[in-house]
């Protein structure tokens, strides 16, 4: 690892653990200036705070011939009434999406995960039902690993009772190659990521060439047991190698990247007639998010910069303007 790709995990390691401090996030909220600031910065990658701010993005995304999937942003939830507000919240997005949207996605730990799996399970039950009638999928974002088998057990009971469910699974955790052997042969609805939580070693592999080796094999496996899959990442060399390997002309794969990262790439995709869904999320639990995106990907450092010290808001979307 070279100077620079050591400070660059730094910066990695430290906004993850920032991520994660509640005393940190509350003084943040307590300080006007810094707030402000923030929120400006966060206004690069999140529609707004209110669901019509999600609307409008995301039919904008739709009139360019994009897929979308929406998120009240939140999770770990620890009072009983905000998991209930959160689940009425994504019961109302549910109902409005219409023609913009077909997907809303969500972490348990926001309706209830965090106080008892049952409240959880309770919630999103009634959220699926919801989405079956609207004909929405539902997607179960995953967390931190200590969460993992209990997103799992409730995933399998509902997914038995609505098949619009589906399930995110996380590259970079050692298990994962188990848990997706695990799902079975059935059609599932699976998404795809690298993982953005920071995990011990021995749960967890770290960015490198073999975490994008395993991948495209968890892409591949899924694919070859019949799953549609969201192939969830703005590595560029991951994309191609998967372009490569024909990974999208089963019709069951599609390009999923977070609104307002790599705009341009998911333009590029988009008009080479690969299906691109685009992640938007609204809401104002921003914090944790704005640190993940650039956790995730140290650049957008420089756009947040950016956007801190711009007089006017940020619009991402017109980036996502199909080139010809």
């Not at 991520?19 to 400006?40: C, F, G, H, M």
């Not at 009139?63 to 959160?86: H, P, W």
């Not at 049952?118 to 919630?123: G, T």
């Not at 052997?181 to 770290?206: C, N, T, W």
Request: glycine share 6%; with cysteine.
């Amino acid at each position: 690892m070279n100077h620079e790709q050591d400070w660059e995990q730094r910066l990695t390691d430290t906004l993850k653990s920032v991520a994660r401090r509640p005393d940190i996030k509350s003084y943040v909220e307590k300080t006007p200036w810094l707030n402000s600031l923030l929120q400006r910065a966060a206004g690069q990658y999140v529609a707004g705070k209110d669901r019509q701010d999600g609307h409008k993005v995301a039919r904008r995304l739709a009139e360019e011939g994009y897929r979308t999937s929406l998120e009240f942003i939140g999770e770990n939830t620890s009072d009983v009434k905000m998991c209930q507000a959160a689940a009425e919240e994504m019961k109302s997005l549910i109902r409005e999406l219409g023609e913009f949207g077909n997907r809303v996605s969500f972490d348990l730990s926001h309706i209830g995960l965090s106080v008892e799996t049952d409240l959880a399970y309770r919630n999103f039950m009634k959220l699926a039902e919801e989405a079956q009638s609207a004909n929405v999928e539902l997607f179960i974002s995953m967390e931190e690993s200590a969460k993992t088998d209990r997103i799992l057990d409730v995933y399998r009971q509902a997914v038995s009772h609505y098949p619009n469910i589906g399930i995110t699974l996380q590259a970079h955790l050692n298990r994962t190659p188990l848990d997706l052997a695990a799902l079975g042969d059935s059609p599932r609805r699976i998404r795809i990521v690298k993982g953005a939580y920071q995990e011990p070693a021995e749960y967890a592999m770290s960015r490198s060439a073999a975490l994008d080796e395993r991948y495209l094999s968890l892409v591949q496996d899924a694919i070859h047991r019949g799953h549609r899959v969201s192939i969830a990442t703005h590595d560029e060399r991951i994309i191609n190698e998967a372009i490569h390997l024909g990974l999208l002309d089963s019709g069951n794969a599609e390009f999923e990247m977070l609104y307002g990262i790599r705009p341009e790439l998911s333009a590029k995709l988009q008009s080479a007639g690969y299906p691109v869904r685009i992640y938007v999320t609204y809401g104002h639990e921003w914090f944790l998010y704005l640190c993940h995106r650039i956790a995730e990907y140290p650049p957008n450092l420089y756009g947040a910069v950016v956007a801190m010290a711009s007089d006017e808001a940020v619009e991402p979307y017109q980036a996502y303007v199909r080139t010809t």
